[in-house]
């Protein structure tokens, strides 16, 4: 895996993600592979001698052999957001991988349509075979759909838009209660001491975990201290409910947890981690419990406006959801 493709995942979400809200909306033609799978969160697989009534089955979208002038294209819907890079994956497309692409965005609330005006953010690029493909996207500007363009036919396994979920949150009534803390509200997941068996960004995915890979799950512990996960939440807020979800934890939920906070406005966040330790304590230490849903309120400390969380388990195990309520407060 490259340089690139590791720090884009690191640093930024993937906006094509279906439980984000992404879709495949339309492509030109479908005649060997549907386009759906190129959102597939799953890595492409390969399954040797399997064929379907048009020819061997491919995990991934693929279009038949053009015969004529023109190109194939596809339209994806986006979890609205700016693009830092793309991961246009073509594993095991070898003889029909899509020879050179190029993107098209726009940002608009309904689907396009004939009238719809594209911009380039992606000029044309030679794409290699059986390969990740990694482009850097240079724009500022929020995107909520892509037109991806394949010159002139072939076949694409997995396409990942890595980003920064940009939601329009001005729109909040006085007083409503929000989930500072989730994903499709802006918030992200900074760092943590361990990642071994669950990312992160797992924490603040939408809805309850699927199962016990959808969470954040740490080795198991072999040495003193904890281990622990920052947040940086979508706004700043008061919070005034915490959830905390061990669905599917049930031999390795942790024996306690804890989330300190803090109003985050000096340093860079490459250095958080270091500062974190001088964060005021929001939640005391609570109890754990196997595949249970945890609501704290009255166990809440007054802190005040924060802008960071940071989730500590004791001694080490798996957290399937975090969620931090509380009413965003406009700077």
């Known amino acids: 895996m490259s340089d690139l493709l590791t720090q884009l995942q ?3 979400v993937d906006l094509a993600q279906p439980r984000l809200g992404a879709a495949a909306i339309s492509a030109t033609d479908e005649f ?3 386009l759906y799978r190129l959102l597939n969160p799953e890595p492409a697989v390969f399954i040797p001698g399997k064929y379907d009534e048009n020819g061997k089955w491919m995990d991934g979208w693929e279009t038949r052999r053009k015969r004529g002038d023109g190109y194939d294209y596809a339209i994806i819907q986006l979890c609205p957001g700016l693009i830092h890079g793309v991961d246009i994956d073509t594993s095991h497309f070898t003889g029909n991988y899509a020879p050179s ?4 965005a726009c940002h608009s609330a309904n689907p396009p349509d004939a009238t719809t005006r594209w911009t380039q953010i992606l000029d044309a690029r030679a794409l290699q075979g059986n390969s990740h493909n990694v482009f850097t996207i240079d724009s500022k500007q929020t995107w909520s759909y892509l037109r991806l363009n394949i010159y002139p036919d072939g076949g694409i396994a997995r396409l990942r838009v890595y980003g920064q979920i940009r939601q329009d949150l001005a729109a909040l009534s006085e007083g409503e209660e929000l989930d500072l803390a989730a994903m499709l509200n802006g918030g992200r997941a900074l760092c943590a001491s361990d990642m071994h068996f669950g990312h992160i960004s797992n924490l603040i995915a ?9 969470g954040w799950e740490t080795r198991r512990r072999r040495e003193p201290g904890f281990d622990w996960a920052i947040i ?3 706004g700043v807020g008061e919070i005034s409910r915490l959830v905390l979800d061990t669905a599917h934890f049930k031999g390795n939920y942790p024996y306690e947890c804890s989330v300190y906070g803090t109003l985050y406005t000096d340093g860079n966040e490459t250095s ?3 500062q974190s330790l001088y964060w005021q304590e929001l939640l005391p230490p609570q109890k754990m419990a196997a595949d249970t849903e945890f609501t704290f309120v009255e166990q809440l400390k007054k802190i005040g406006l924060v802008s960071h969380i940071r989730l500590n388990m004791y001694p080490d195990g798996g957290v399937s959801r975090i969620r931090a309520f509380g009413q965003l407060r406009m700077q």
């Open 232 to 234: 940086r939440l979508a």
């Open 101 to 104: 692409v190029s993107i098209d």
């Open 32 to 34: 060997f592979a549907p």
């Open 206 to 214: 939408p809805g309850r975990g699927l199962n016990m890979g959808d």
């Open 272 to 274: 958080i981690a270091a």
């Open 10 to 12: 690191t640093q930024y």
